[in-house]
Nanobody, 122 residues
């Protein structure tokens, strides 16, 4: 499985960005696609995920109401629409594929994209 994240950039507080994650080679009957982020000096944090069978999407509390996970199966792409961004949302954002729908641990995800930098600053 290969994943390619894109769409990051520099945005002012209150602004929006849409991240994309294009994936290929995913042939599992059951899978989870997740978005994680990592700020400098901090651990990788789960942001949102979607399960092919359990549903979702699921969000970490800090982004509920601001971020939206969506997918386009025809394009093998998932998106993370991020609104009302704050400096606390700054970090490298990764998409990942695994078999367990959880945001509490990145270690259960098997495949990772290269990450895209999001910087929220005035």
């Amino acid at each position: 499985v290969q994943l390619q994240a894109s769409g990051g950039g520099l945005v002012q507080p209150g602004g929006s960005l849409r991240l994309s994650c294009a994936y290929s080679g995913l042939t599992w009957d059951y899978y989870v696609i997740g978005w994680f982020r990592q700020a400098p000096g901090k651990e990788r944090e789960g942001v949102s995920c979607f399960s092919s069978s359990d549903g979702g999407p699921y969000y970490t509390d800090s982004v509920k109401g601001r971020f939206t996970f969506s997918s386009d199966n025809a394009k093998n792409t998932v998106y993370l629409q991020m609104n009302s961004l704050t400096p606390e949302d700054t970090g490298v954002y990764y998409c990942a594929v695994g078999g367990i729908a959880t945001l509490s641990s990145p270690y259960v995800y098997d495949y990772w994209g290269q990450g895209t930098q999001v910087t929220v600053s005035s």
